[in-house]
Nanobody, 124 residues
Framework: QVQLVESGGGLVQAGGSLRLSCAAS????????VAWFRQAPGKEREFVAA????????YYADSVKGRFTISRDNAKNTVYLQMNSLKFEDTAVYYC?????????????????WGQGTQVTVSS
């Protein structure tokens, strides 16, 4: 069992930066692939970024590639999402998700555990 708690969201101007954190509890987190998804008002939840259990492999949606960086510190049971050059269209609730397997996927149903989400609002 893995429990996830996101933090770090907030209001930022376009062009600014935020770093989201996903703190996990549970004995299997260090063996779990983790992803960030987001959901904007009136839209479906979409994949943002994912990282393998040791951090050796990362994946990004085309819309955030080059601007966002996912990383993890297994000693702290935490995954991060560094978001730079934020755009208005990045406004959404950001969710952290973990799966019982070590390699990530980009689809929601591939993940077993979800956090409650953190709001990111980018003002234009």
């Amino acid at each position: 069992q893995v429990q996830l708690v996101e933090s770090g969201g907030g209001l930022v101007q376009a062009g600014g930066s935020l770093r989201l954190s996903c703190a996990a509890s549970g004995p299997t987190f260090s063996r779990s692939a983790v992803a960030w998804f987001r959901q904007a008002p009136g839209k479906e939840r979409e994949f943002v970024a994912a990282i393998s259990f040791r951090g050796g492999s990362t994946y990004y949606a085309d819309s955030v590639k080059g601007r966002f960086t996912i990383s993890r510190d297994n000693a702290k049971n935490t995954v991060y999402l560094q978001m730079n050059s934020l755009k208005f269209e990045d406004t959404a609730v950001y969710y952290c998700a973990a799966r019982a397997l070590s390699l990530p996927v980009t689809i929601m149903r591939g993940y077993d555990y979800w956090g409650q989400g953190t709001q990111v609002t980018v003002s234009s």
